[in-house]
């Protein structure tokens, strides 16, 4: 079953595993108060255990720059609560970040046990397919050769102008991610996607756990 | 495992001498190794096979039997075990089919069988298998088709139906195995069982393993890491299956390729991994015959890698090719020469030697790649002896013939295969073959 929200943070938290600032709310004061802390812009999503592909749905709001968008957004998503498999009223809102995007997965396998899988998110999964697997219990040095098998193992480093990523962040969350697997049996599945990278942080800012 | 391995005596319960029965093949196979054990057929219904007097049941036999063969329906084999651990046998082989692989019934079958071995300490291969062949005792416990010749690569196989054909194969292209087992459904001893028998087996180099999947994979990288430090394993994986996408709910997940988790598991474990069955025993036979490019050195001077040597410009620069693609690194050649060092078309034999001599002298270069097409000055036979002779002086520089040509050539390659060499047929063989020579020994990724 999926872990609810607050379930999922705390986890994330347990095994130091950065996540994007983020608050569950019931009403749009509640969002424009955190806006206001946060900054803008901010994304809107409604919680959902429909859990495949929400931006497909038209689940998330992205982009949001004032008060006036987040009232609007609050209320095309309240408007979609009758969407079946939605959970009570909440929304979730979060500062939007910018980076590059990535994804974190875990799955367990009948033969290997737990396996961690990492890629660039987007095109790179979906239709280069470049994604590569690590068998659990990852140590940092298998974590770091993880991240340098991937294709687009360049646009890491640093490409065409742009600051590269903290591989090393990048691979403490990957060792983070197996021992969360090891001690945590009853999870089956794990889908960190995307998972924002930018020069200095590291942020998972869609987490299903299963 | 002696008793299983190399049995003082065998007995056969499904023994008949039925034309086209899996029971008469076993029997024949068996009789092959008539002068080194003593063999006993069982069968209630038949007084005599092939001249030779059978027992109604194992109970009959008074002497006690090392290795027990089962080739009878599935409804029977239950009851045949538990008399084969109540006379207290050696070792089983199951070749029946009709358990796991037939779905629940047969699983719970199987494992009835598994625990009453199990609880007796008895070791059991199977079920739903072809058996198992050791040439060097002249055992042949299986219904293979032929018996392979002696050599030193063992092959391990889900499939019993390839070690069939890689008998027939072997025979044909003079190669031979140190052990060959055809594990089944691995109620007893698993594969990773079987790798530990091959490691300790001296007259085992290589393993070469066909699978489709792996039960105890934890186990498997634990067990594979600590063999390759010292032998090699090739691994052949068929199907890449769709089940595991199936199982899983979230969407990464449902991305992920069981066949990427296997060339991990393989890596980590420092096992070599091919596409092909015939990449698997091009690099079985090479690994086998060839020594292994000695990188202890570290070199200060020139560039350090492998030399190509040849008589044909297009040729060596092909194997170039493959060389670079499969990231088969080329020495830098001391003096003025390239590499690849085209010798020319004119190149006699004693140009081959001494290029040769001056290359394997060379201390960055690991092993040479020996290119030859056939100009009309090109006599195969005698550059073949030249490696053969080359190869004793410089025993730890690997020296990979690729002969190209047909019926003129066949000289030079015979010679070659007769003294323990491969020679190759394609750059691209030959430059797969050099990258798995020069894998760092005990190289593992954990």
Known sequence: MLLDFKKTRELLEKYQIPMVESLVIETLEQGIEFAKEVGFPVV???????????????????????????????????????????????????????????????????????????GLGGIFVEVLEDIVFGICPLDKKQAIEMIKNIKGYKILQGYRGQPPIDIEKLSDILVNISRLAIENNNIQEIDFNPVIASENNILVVDAKII | MQKLFNPKSVALIGATDRAGSVGLGIVKNLLFGKGQRKIYFINPNNKKILNQKTFTSILDIKEKIDLVVIAIPAKLVKQVCVECCSVGVGSVIIISSGFAELGKDGAVLQKEIKNIFATNNIPLVGPNCLGIINPKVKLNASFAPETPKQGNIAFLSQSGALIDSIIDKSLLENFGFSLMVSYGNEAGLSLNDFLKIANDDKNTKVIAVYLEEIKNGQEFIRVASEITKSKPIIILKGGKTQEGKKAVQSHTASLAGDEKIYSTAFQNAGVIEVETIRDLFLASQTLEKSPRADLGEVFRGLPSGWAILTNGGAVGVVTADWCSRFGVKLAKISGPQNNPWDILGDASSEIYQVALMSLLKQKEIFGVIFCQTLQTMTDPLENAKIIVKTQKDFPNKPILPLFLGGKITKKGSDFLTKNGFLNFNEPRDVALCAKFLTKPRGQTSG
């Open chain 1, 44 to 118: 809107l999503k409604l919680i959902s255990n429909d859990i495949l592909h929400k931006v497909d749905k038209g689940l998330v709001k992205l982009n949001i720059q004032n008060d006036l968008d987040l009232e609007a957004s609050f209320k095309a998503l309240s408007a979609l609560k009758s969407f079946q498999g939605t959970q009570g009223t909440q929304c979730l809102v979060q500062k939007q970040v910018g980076g590059i995007e990535l994804f974190v997965g875990m799955k367990r396998d009948k033969s290997f046990g737990p396996v961690i899988s990492f």
